[in-house]
């Protein structure tokens, strides 16, 4: 009795796919592309938690300066915008 391949349903992220023997070799290509991709994506969510944390210290650290000091900085930062768009 010959048995003829079934495809099987493989989970990728949200995605499902179904694993057909005739595509077998495309689609394994695909999970291992998926796979080397996870060392860039945590460098690349690492990256992102990294500027949160600056930017909620830049928050802290904006909030204890004095009035006269956050104008001048923000005259600063008009004057530095406005010249970059020159």
Do not use: W, Y
Request: aromatic content about 0%.
């Amino acid at each position: 009795m010959t048995v003829t391949p079934q495809p099987r349903r493989v989970a990728l992220g949200n995605e499902v796919m179904t694993v057909n023997p005739q595509e077998k070799d495309q689609q394994i290509a695909r999970l291992l592309a998926a796979v080397g991709d996870e060392a860039a994506a945590l460098d690349a969510l690492e990256g992102c938690v990294t500027r949160l944390h600056d930017s909620r210290d830049a928050k802290v650290a904006l909030a204890q300066l004095t009035s006269a000091d956050l104008r001048a900085a923000l005259s600063m930062r008009r004057q530095a915008l406005g010249e970059e768009r020159l």
